[in-house]
């Protein structure tokens, strides 16, 4: 049985901000930790598979797969592979940049523990290619490798913190769905029809349902979104305005022209004059 007791490799000094150690457990029934102080550091877990336990005061949470638990400093707590399974999960302890306290300022269900449940298959994955990044940097010792780590959490606090606000906003994930799809590929021209299809829901039901939980309709809304890329492109690279019109999904440069002076108030070249 796997136990550890006050693990002392945690109770040092807080260091500057960065990740102290983190990997990839596949732990059985009998594994346990327990830390009667706490940590002096934040420790981050995101379970895979299995089931793990987390004892805080007299109550107790169990995680199961896409659930993330981040305890904070002095949260004394403990916790142990689920009985009868194998806990597959990453874990990290790290010291938070200050700009980052913001981004973890989530719903507390118990004074030093914050729960994340992820039921977003794309997220997930994303957050295990994050957490596999950051521990590979973690293990080199290269110039960078430390950063790379850092910003590896960075990006994995960002996801946290994105997702805690689409909850607390509580979109429907067929309208997500919808969203992502408007959003990636700006060429690309759907129809309310196709995309009802995509989420199963009938072209009115969905248009009602994206206006209200979005405030737009999927027309003005993508109108939106291409509009506010071409102001990107116009402030940070050279292309023609034909170049970016193109880019954003305006087949005529001139409707392009007419769209961005209604919605920015001035012209797409009298803006990048502007802006920059």
């Not at 732990?27 to 550091?41: F, H, K, L, M, N």
């Not at 440069?253 to 009298?270: E, L, M």
Request: aromatic share 10%.
């Amino acid at each position: 049985m796997a136990e550890f007791l006050n693990d002392p490799a945690v109770e040092t000094a807080s260091p500057a901000p960065g990740i102290l150690v983190a990997d990839h457990y596949s732990e059985p029934d009998g594994y346990r930790v327990y830390r009667s102080r706490g940590t002096r550091d934040w420790l981050i877990t995101y379970t895979l598979s299995g089931s793990g336990s987390y004892w805080i005061g007299e109550r107790n949470w169990t995680c199961h797969r896409g659930d993330i638990v981040v305890l904070k400093p002095g949260t004394v707590h403990h916790y142990a592979a689920g009985e009868g399974t194998m806990w597959e999960f990453y874990w990290a302890h790290f010291i938070p940049q200050p700009s980052w306290l913001e981004w973890l300022a989530w719903p507390e269900p118990h004074p030093g523990l914050l729960i994340v449940r992820l039921n977003d298959a794309s997220v997930e994955a994303r957050l295990q290619a994050v957490f596999e990044r950051m521990i590979g940097d973690c293990r080199l010792e290269q110039p960078y490798s430390g950063l790379l780590a850092l910003n590896a959490m960075e990006e994995m606090i960002l996801l946290l913190a994105q997702r805690v606000n689409d909850t607390a906003k509580r979109l429907d994930s067929r309208i997500e769905e919808v969203l992502g799809i408007i959003t990636r590929d700006l060429k690309q021209s759907f129809s309310i029809a196709g995309l009802a299809r995509q989420v199963q829901l009938s072209p009115s039901r969905l248009a009602h349902l994206f206006k209200e939980q979005v405030g737009d309709s999927i027309a003005a809304t993508r109108a939106k979104i291409r509009l506010r890329q071409a102001a990107r492109l116009l402030e940070f690279t050279s292309r023609t305005v034909a170049e970016i019109a193109e880019d954003v999904g305006f087949q005529s440069p001139y409707y392009f022209t007419k769209q961005f002076t209604s919605h920015y108030g001035k012209s797409p070249t009298a803006y990048r004059k502007q802006i920059r």
